[in-house]
């Protein structure tokens, strides 16, 4: 094989590839490759471009025994770790042998399967408890409890809650695989917010009403068209209010404004705000970002205790993607919290 034809070969494999020549030089590199390596260390040793003790090791032994091997690479690249496999296998050109390094990316492989580990050991944990607590009631209604009709109302009033906070986390749970499964189907049905949001409200109004806090609608009130799935959106809009209520409550008042938008840049068109504030407690800003994480909870006894399953902000962000909009928070200690969903008008 000569040197022009090398090289074309390796510009002709769509990943990252670099050749090193019988002199232990980077005798080829394609593009992808010069993303990893410097690729003015062309025609360089290639210890002076590969410091990985992984792939020198990788590099010696194919050159000596000429059998190929694999090997796993990470690197920090753009703030972040990438996670390479990387087959080193043996070749030959005119000028005598040589090895090639292929690198397949397998960063997003990996992340994906440690979110399927997170999510199993999650589920499981929230199962777990709500579980242990029946079976330990059950075993105590056939002991030591089995002629108290007292302990009898009281054990099964609190499996009841148990068994209706596992139904809900079920019921989430299918809820959120729906929305993913759905969320590049973009919705097309002509849905008129402002009606929508008043039938979310009138329905939580009972619940705002039993905890003593005031729910208010402001801004227009004239009609405003989306594309929607009507069904999700109030799903949305329920999620955030009724936890507006809970969460927020102690403010005494909880705010729904609509307010239509002339122009959004990052919509690039006319849209619609829908914002959610209470004037309770609030939170730190520092949880924000992970607010909308599958279980991520501020208060995790708290969260339980008010009946929450740490997925409700998850549904509402797929929802929300799923119909090209935005979703901001925004909070302080002691200053309440805003959640707002922006929306497209057609």
């Known amino acids: ?55 020198l090791d990788a590099i010696e032994k194919v050159a000596r025994s000429g059998e190929a091997v694999k090997v796993r690479y990470s690197r920090s690249q753009n703030m972040k770790e990438v996670i390479y496999d990387v087959t080193v296998s043996p070749g030959r050109i005119a000028e005598g042998p040589v090895v090639f390094l292929c690198f397949e990316d397998r ?13 199993v050991a999650n589920v499981s944990h929230e199962l777990k408890t709500p579980l242990t607590a029946v079976m ?9 409890a089995k ?85 999700q959106l109030t799903q949305v809009f329920t999620n955030l209010i009724e936890n507006g209520i809970k969460y927020g409550g102690s403010g005494g008042e909880v705010r729904v404004e609509i307010t239509p938008i002339a122009r959004e840049p990052m919509l690039r068109g006319p849209a619609v705000e829908i914002a959610v504030t209470d004037y309770g407690e609030g939170f730190d800003p520092i949880h924000i970002p992970r607010l909308t994480e599958r279980f991520y909870r501020i208060d995790d006894h708290r969260s339980r205790e008010k009946g929450g399953t740490g997925l409700g902000l998850a549904i ?26 922006i929306l497209p008008v057609v």
């Not at 490759?33 to 410091?51: C, W």
């Not at 960063?107 to 997170?118: F, K, L, P, S, V």
């Not at 330990?136 to 030591?144: A, D, K, S, Y």
């Open 107 to 119: 960063t997003d492989t990996e992340t994906a399967g440690q979110i399927r580990r997170d999510f």
């Open 147 to 231: 002629d108290d009709p007292a302990a009898h109302e009281r054990f099964l009033g609190i499996m009841a809650r148990e068994s209706e906070r596992m139904s809900r986390l079920v019921s989430d749970l299918l809820s959120l695989s729906r929305v993913e499964t759905d969320e590049r189907i973009r919705p097309d049905k002509r849905v008129d917010v402002t009606a929508l949001v008043g039938s979310c409200i009138r329905a939580l109004t009972p619940m705002a009403e039993k905890l003593s806090v005031d729910l208010v609608q402001r801004g227009t009130e004239d009609p405003v068209i989306v594309a929607a799935d009507s069904d």
């Open 1 to 55: 094989m000569q040197a022009d034809t090398v090289e074309a070969f390796v510009n002709a494999v769509p990943l990252p590839m670099v050749m090193i020549d019988p002199d232990a030089r980077l005798g080829a590199m394609n593009p992808q490759a010069g993303e990893l390596f410097d690729p003015t260390n062309l025609n360089r040793h290639y210890m002076t471009a590969i410091r990985s003790p992984v792939l």
């Open 316 to 341: 509402v962000k797929h929802i929300i993607n799923r119909h090209r909009g935005l979703f901001k928070i925004q909070s302080a200690v002691g200053q309440g919290a805003r959640f707002s969903v």
């Open 136 to 144: 330990g009631f059950i075993e105590t209604l056939r002991g030591p």
